[in-house]
């Protein structure tokens, strides 16, 4: 299995230390067990910040940072090993184990954090934390802090400045390691894979949950735990459903089925979207559409190097969609002020990408000073253009109603432009026509 090597970690906790203020302490928690119903729990999956800095995969665990500290700068809170419980739920590493395993300089039980915890902060001046994003963390931490303001009149120094971690963590999160864009792109491959198989099975009279199978079977085989996101397998005029979820409708000849759906690996997702003829061949109305979007993102793909800025690959497939509109007598007038008053958004109402990484729609900011954001090399984005005519749309002919296109692909900045991750699976017309005639 490819996965991020051990001493990533420690490079990712030097490199947040490097750039945390003098005499201040990093404090993040692992994400909670999710209950899914009843004594029944949803399947773990470890907070992305705090998996970035550690690789530990279990809950109820904290992560303590202390850039300076003699007696050891990382401290790790977790569960210690339990011989009854591990015979029912599952190994742990405890705390010889978040040591020996994990890189941490010193372990404690989680049990024993508000003994341990305050005497950590105490004489520390700046607390970095996920302020905001998880309530029931952000009262313990007041209540480990107001420990310390009980004993000032002893001399205890409370810490008096309170900073959100985001904005460092998330911008070192940004960038892309080659380790980082080795997971991806195993990631990227998995997904292709399934995408393939759905295409190869495609058949009328099965369900969208039959090719939803094809997905998730090729991702466990591949090793991924899990899918990064709800997959949408969307056939006829569910396709212009952005989100759609149901995933329970026939699959009609005549009807395209849009598939988006990507696999997580090591916590790092791939994001891909094709669309293709149920029956294997595409009408004259979903080709003419189908062209439109793929010219929009190949167009896009160009707009993507080093120092181009992040809302030019997305002004592109505005620019290609919108001409394409126009020739098709779908939008009438004239491109550029059709594009002034955003008439494309009644056909194409999303942006063309978002950052991608260990979440799907990724952390990093994408304005800096008011400004979009410059690509540097190491970014990761998806490129997903798309065209949805919706079913009620009266305004165009009937031939065009219910059509949704979406093609999305997953990139990383280069010094020459772009990597495609996602080339795998195939997206022009007669690529797609051949790879569905060879399967039938
Ligand atoms: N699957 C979510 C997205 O494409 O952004
Ligand atoms: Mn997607
Ligand atoms: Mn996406």
Same mark, same amino acid.
């Given at each position: 299995?490819?996965?991020?090597?051990?001493?990533?970690?420690?490079?990712?906790?030097?490199?947040?230390?490097?750039?945390?203020?003098?005499?201040?302490?990093?404090?993040?928690?692992?994400?909670?067990?999710?209950?899914?119903?009843?004594?029944?729990?949803?399947?773990?999956?470890?907070?992305?910040?705090?998996?970035?800095?550690?690789?530990?995969?279990?809950?109820?665990?904290?992560?303590?940072?202390?850039?300076? +500290?003699?007696?050891?700068?990382?401290?790790?809170?977790?569960?210690?090993?339990?011989?009854?419980?591990?015979?029912?739920?599952?190994?742990?590493?405890?705390?010889?184990?978040?040591? +020996?395993?994990?890189?941490?300089?010193?372990?404690?039980?989680?049990?024993?954090?508000?003994?341990?915890?305050?005497?950590?902060?105490?004489?520390?001046?700046?607390?970095?934390?996920?302020?905001?994003?998880?309530?029931?963390?952000?009262?313990?931490?007041?209540?480990?802090?107001?420990?310390? +303001?009980?004993?000032?009149?002893?001399?205890?120094?409370?810490?008096?400045?309170?900073?959100?971690?985001?904005?460092?963590?998330?911008?070192?999160?940004?960038?892309?390691?080659?380790?980082?864009?080795?997971?991806?792109?195993?990631?990227?491959?998995?997904?292709?894979?399934?995408?393939?198989?759905?295409?190869?099975?495609?058949?009328?009279?099965?369900?969208?949950?039959?090719?939803?199978?094809?997905?998730?079977?090729?991702?466990?085989?591949?090793?991924?735990?899990?899918?990064?996101?709800?997959?949408?397998?969307?056939?006829? +005029?569910?396709?212009?459903?952005?989100?759609?979820?149901?995933?329970?409708?026939?699959?009609?000849?005549?009807?395209?089925?849009?598939?988006?759906?990507?696999?997580?690996?090591?916590?790092?997702?791939?994001?891909?979207?094709?669309?293709?003829?149920?029956?294997?061949?595409?009408?004259?109305?979903?080709?003419?559409?189908? &062209?439109?979007?793929?010219?929009?993102?190949?167009?896009?793909?160009?707009?993507?190097?080093?120092?181009?800025?992040?809302?030019?690959?997305?002004?592109?497939?505005?620019?290609?969609?919108?001409?394409?509109?126009?020739?098709?007598?779908?939008?009438?007038?004239?491109?550029?002020?059709?594009?002034?008053? &955003?008439?494309?958004?009644?056909?194409?109402?999303?942006?063309?990408?978002?950052?991608?990484?260990?979440?799907?729609?990724?952390?990093?900011?994408?304005?800096?000073?008011? &400004?979009?954001?410059?690509?540097?090399?190491?970014?990761?984005?998806?490129? &997903?253009?798309?065209?949805?005519?919706?079913?009620?749309?009266?305004?165009?002919?009937?031939?065009?109603?219910?059509?949704?296109?979406?093609?999305?692909?997953?990139?990383?900045?280069?010094?020459?432009?772009?990597?495609?991750?996602?080339?795998?699976?195939?997206?022009?017309?007669?690529?797609?026509?051949?790879?569905?005639?060879?399967?039938?």
């Amino acid at each position: 299995m490819i996965h991020i090597p051990k001493a990533e970690y420690t490079r990712r906790r030097k490199a947040l230390m490097a750039q945390m203020e003098p005499n201040s302490i990093a404090i993040l928690p692992a994400a909670a067990v999710a209950i899914r119903n009843r004594d029944v729990e949803h399947v773990y999956r470890q907070d992305s910040d705090f998996q970035y800095l550690s690789g530990f995969p279990e809950p109820e665990a904290v992560i303590v940072l202390m850039p300076g +500290r003699q007696h050891g700068e990382y401290v790790l809170f977790c569960r210690e090993r339990n011989a009854e419980r591990e015979l029912w739920d599952g190994l742990r590493a405890g705390t010889e184990g978040a040591i +020996r395993d994990f890189g941490a300089d010193d372990a404690f039980p989680i049990t024993d954090i508000d003994d341990i915890l305050p005497g950590l902060i105490e004489g520390r001046d700046r607390v970095y934390s996920a302020m905001g994003s998880n309530a029931e963390f952000d009262r313990h931490l007041m209540e480990w802090i107001n420990v310390i +303001r009980s004993k000032a009149h002893l001399g205890a120094q409370p810490p008096n400045e309170f900073v959100a971690l985001d904005h460092l963590l998330h911008d070192m999160r940004l960038y892309k390691s080659a380790a980082e864009v080795k997971v991806m792109r195993e990631a990227a491959r998995i997904s292709c894979a399934a995408h393939v198989k759905a295409m190869q099975a495609s058949r009328a009279g099965l369900y969208e949950f039959s090719l939803e199978a094809e997905l998730d079977y090729e991702f466990r085989k591949g090793g991924a735990k899990m899918p990064a996101y709800g997959s949408i397998v969307a056939a006829g +005029r569910n396709s212009c459903i952005l989100h759609y979820q149901q995933n329970d409708a026939v699959l009609k000849d005549g009807d395209l089925v849009l598939i988006d759906a990507g696999c997580e690996i090591d916590c790092y997702a791939s994001d891909i979207t094709r669309t293709w003829p149920v029956n294997g061949k595409f009408s004259p109305e979903q080709k003419a559409i189908y &062209e439109i979007v793929l010219a929009s993102q190949e167009a896009a793909f160009a707009e993507i190097a080093p120092d181009k800025h992040w809302n030019q690959a997305h002004e592109a497939t505005v620019h290609v969609i919108t001409a394409g509109l126009v020739k098709l007598g779908l939008l009438q007038g004239d491109v550029d002020e059709l594009i002034a008053s &955003e008439a494309y958004k009644a056909f194409y109402m999303h942006r063309a990408g978002h950052w991608l990484g260990m979440d799907v729609h990724d952390v990093g900011e994408y304005k800096v000073g008011g &400004e979009w954001r410059v690509l540097e090399v190491g970014m990761a984005l998806t490129v &997903e253009p798309g065209i949805y005519i919706s079913p009620d749309n009266q305004n165009v002919a009937k031939k065009w109603r219910g059509i949704g296109v979406r093609i999305e692909d997953d990139v990383v900045v280069t010094k020459q432009g772009c990597e495609i991750l996602t080339g795998g699976v195939p997206k022009t017309v007669a690529d797609i026509e051949a790879l569905m005639a060879a399967a039938r």
